[in-house]
């Protein structure tokens, strides 16, 4: 039972992350949750900011951590429609969140020609300091979905 709530959960949260993306200039959105319960959401904003780190996971780090006063994200989790490139990852990493959970990989993005940097999330927390939980493949039709539509 345990199992199935969480995924129902998963796909809730994602479900918002997809909400989120449809708002931006390109289909990426994010959501942190703590304790299961949404604390920031956040979408891509590259093109409306003139800011080529504006990601949707950058912009919802940098609002949370705002709120927060506070750079930690210790025991948070961060969801989002693509895999976080490795800016994002980074970010992650920074952050020490605990846990990042996402729709279409990387690697499915290349395959529907979408310019992506080829190196995984896992790839770069792996290279760092920082032990993070990787949760792939929540939702990943929706999300491909929205990323074939734009």
Sequence with gaps: MLTSLANMNQEYF????????????????????????VVAVAYNTV???SDPSAHAEINVIRSL?????????EGYS???????????????VWTGISEIIYGASIEDLISINQGQINISCEEIIAKSF???????????????KLFKLS
Excluded: F, H, W
């Design 65 to 73: 951590t705002t709120k927060l006063k506070n750079p930690s994200l």
């Design 14 to 37: 994602m479900r918002l992350a997809l909400e989120e993306a449809k708002k931006g200039d390109a289909p990426y959105g994010a959501v942190i949750v703590k304790d299961n319960q």
């Design 78 to 92: 961060i969801y989002t429609t693509g895999e976080p490139c490795p800016m994002c990852a980074t970010a992650c």
């Design 130 to 144: 920082r032990t993070i939980k990787v949760t792939k493949g929540i939702l990943k039709t929706e999300c491909l």
């Design 47 to 49: 093109r409306q900011d």
